[in-house]
Nanobody, 127 residues
Framework: QVQLIESGGGLVQTGGSLRLSCGAS????????MGWFRQHPGKEREFVAA????????TYADSVKGRFAISRDNVKNTLYLQMDSLKPEDTAVYYC????????????????????WGQGTQVTVSS
């Protein structure tokens, strides 16, 4: 089992940047497929970015492609989301998620495929 704790959220102006971090407990962080999701008020959780357990393949939602970058450090047991050129529509609670890799190199974009979730961190982009 793994516990996830997000940090790095806050208030930023349009065009600004933030870097989210997701610290994970346990010794097997490197064997987990990881992802970032976000949830706008009154809406369902939506996919933002995901990467394989080794980080060799990455995918992004179209809405953040070219502005956000997901990465992981399996030594520090940490997942990152670098967010640049932020827009007001990026305002949401951001969650990191993990699920154990079961062989192969793949990622998931569907929330239901992830077993572990952090508590979320608020990102607010002012116009």
């Amino acid at each position: 089992q793994v516990q996830l704790i997000e940090s790095g959220g806050g208030l930023v102006q349009t065009g600004g940047s933030l870097r989210l971090s997701c610290g994970a407990s346990g010794r097997t962080f490197g064997s987990y497929v990881m992802g970032w999701f976000r949830q706008h008020p009154g809406k369902e959780r939506e996919f933002v970015a995901a990467l394989t357990w080794i980080g060799d393949s990455i995918t992004y939602a179209d809405s953040v492609k070219g502005r956000f970058a997901i990465s992981r450090d399996n030594v520090k047991n940490t997942l990152y989301l670098q967010m640049d050129s932020l827009k007001p529509e990026d305002t949401a609670v951001y969650y990191c998620a993990a699920t154990r890799a079961r062989g192969g190199s793949y990622y998931y974009t569907e929330p239901y495929k992830y077993d572990y979730w952090g508590q979320g961190t608020q990102v607010t982009v002012s116009s």
